[in-house]
């Protein structure tokens, strides 16, 4: 089985100040990850994947976030947030195990810009 | 942009009423998902489809859940006698492969059984 821990429930930052928000994994096989956004009243929308290949990946809207094997960690970055980014942050990861597995998704994380 | 589209957005329904929920999937995509999002808490996995048959699904996916694939555009979710706790947000997703590709997901349709 696997499961993904956000910890921070809700992350206040100033505007063009930097942002981290954590994200944990537990699996027993390999596995990809992915963070998705979720602005007010709408879907899922997809900032970046982890596949495979280099630990650092960039995503839309100047998001990265670097895959730790050795931490379990899929930690999401950006140098410098915009009031547009205020939204709820979810960090999901899928087992490599074959199949059509479903992604098993974290509480979230709400990201809130203050001017 | 193909999207993932879903109707109605929003669903009031009678405890022990039966709901569809309908989700139009990217047309070139071969795998489809059902989660669901309870006020507050987190996505959680329903049911993954493929190739016309139920490929994985949870242990919330029970007998009262059932999906569809009726014309070969439309893919469906069923709640039978729905509940009180089947309140929630459900959204449809789908993708090109399987777990090593982008789930795209439709905006949602909230589900409240009153």
């Known amino acids: 089985a696997q499961s993904v821990t956000q910890l921070d429930s809700q992350v206040p930052v100033f505007e063009e100040a930097p942002v981290e928000l954590r994200c944990n994994y537990s699996s027993s096989v390999s596995v990809y990850l992915f963070w998705y956004v979720q602005y007010p009243n709408q879907g899922l929308q997809l900032l970046l994947k982890y596949l495979s290949g280099s630990t650092l990946v960039k995503g839309i809207n100047g998001f990265e976030a670097e895959f730790n094997k050795s931490q379990t960690s899929f930690h999401l970055r950006k140098p410098s947030v915009h009031i547009s980014d205020t939204a709820e942050y979810f960090c999901a990861v899928r087992s490599g195990g074959g199949g059509a597995d479903g992604l098993t998704f974290g509480k979230g994380t709400h990201l809130i810009i203050q001017p | 942009e193909p999207e993932v589209t879903q109707t109605p957005s929003h669903q009031v329904t009678q405890m022990g009423q039966e709901v569809i929920l309908r989700c139009v999937p990217i047309s070139n995509h071969l795998y489809f998902y059902w989660y669901r999002q309870i006020l507050g808490q987190k996505v959680e996995f329903l049911v993954s489809?493929?190739?016309?048959?139920?490929?994985?699904k949870s242990e919330i996916f029970d007998d009262q859940f059932s999906v569809e694939r009726p014309d070969g555009s439309n893919f469906t979710l069923k709640i039978r006698s729905t509940k009180l706790e089947d309140s929630a947000m459900y959204f449809c997703a789908s993708s090109v492969g399987s777990v090593n590709t982008e789930a795209f997901f439709g905006q949602g349709t909230r589900l409240t059984v009153v």
């Open positions: 489809f493929y190739n016309n048959e139920i490929s994985e």
